[in-house]
């Protein structure tokens, strides 16, 4: 049985006290079935490292080279002397606000995997592109393009969270069938690339407007291992009752 993982995605909210005292309220809510992390702003990853309990602190975001001129950002091996373990790569808002490309995104995958990061990679498809039917070939070219460059070893310290573009911070959540076929597909598609093995091992999450209400009923699908949380991993009561799902 694969360990669940519930990952909250702060984005680019709360201040430096009000992250604290949420991240210290999640004290204990990691178990022997569940991993819980936190991908938060940059500015707080020391202070909540100092800080740290059960529950992992990652980085939403950082540049893959190790230094230079690139004024504004963070490195990945400034991350790495931080003591960051976790990062965040592929997603939809760094796509799309941020430019990022696929090829730009394999860098990173690389560059983190290189300074032995855990990873968790999210793809996921546009509304026109859901509308259109072709989600499915959207999603594997993502994963090819961005991914699927990593060795089968390198697999063991990669998460995949699937959040479909139209469901992210809207309130419309990806039915329980729409969601387990695509997490099936996924699968599949690294069960081609990489073996039974690697695919059974491999850890899939969903997001995309995930909350109490509906996480136990994403979560009780076969291939669903859990859940990348945006809106509700601020309110820690609403996290808390995802995690406990
Ligand atoms: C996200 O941004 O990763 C996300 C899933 O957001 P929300 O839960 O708010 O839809």
């Given at each position: 049985m694969r360990k669940r993982i519930v990952a909250g995605n702060w984005k680019m909210n709360l201040t430096k006290g009000e992250g604290e005292s949420l991240y210290n309220s999640l004290?204990?809510?990691?178990s022997s079935q569940t991993e819980v992390k936190v991908f938060v702003p940059a500015i707080f990853l020391d202070h909540l490292l100092s800080r740290s309990h059960d529950v992992l602190v990652g980085a939403q975001n950082f540049h893959?080279?190790?230094?230079?001129?690139?004024?504004?950002e963070v490195s990945i091996s400034q991350l790495k002397d931080l003591g960051i373990r976790e990062v965040l790569v592929g997603h939809s808002e760094r796509r799309e606000y941020?430019?990022?490309s696929d090829e730009f995104l394999r860098e990173k995958v690389d560059a983190a995997l290189a300074h032995g990061m855990h990873v968790t990679f999210c793809c996921g498809e546009p509304l026109e592109v859901r509308e259109s039917g072709d989600e499915e070939a959207f999603v594997t070219e993502q994963l090819h393009n961005?991914?699927?460059?990593?060795?089968e070893a390198q697999l063991n310290q990669v998460t995949i969270a699937y959040e479909p573009i139209w469901a992210i911070g809207t309130g419309k959540t990806a039915s329980v069938e729409q969601a387990d076929a695509m997490h099936g597909h996924i699968r599949n598609q690294v069960r081609k690339k990489y073996g039974e093995q690697a695919a059974n091992a491999l850890r899939i999450l969903y997001g995309g407007s995930c909350k109490p209400d509906n996480a136990g009923d994403l979560f009780s699908?076969?291939?669903?291992?859990?859940g990348l949380i945006?809106?509700?991993?601020?309110k820690t009561q609403d996290f808390k009752q995802i995690i406990e799902a």
């Open positions: 004290k204990g809510t990691t893959p080279k190790d230094s230079g001129a690139y004024t504004g941020f430019g990022e961005s991914l699927f460059q990593v060795t699908c076969e291939d669903i291992d859990g945006g809106g509700a991993s601020l």
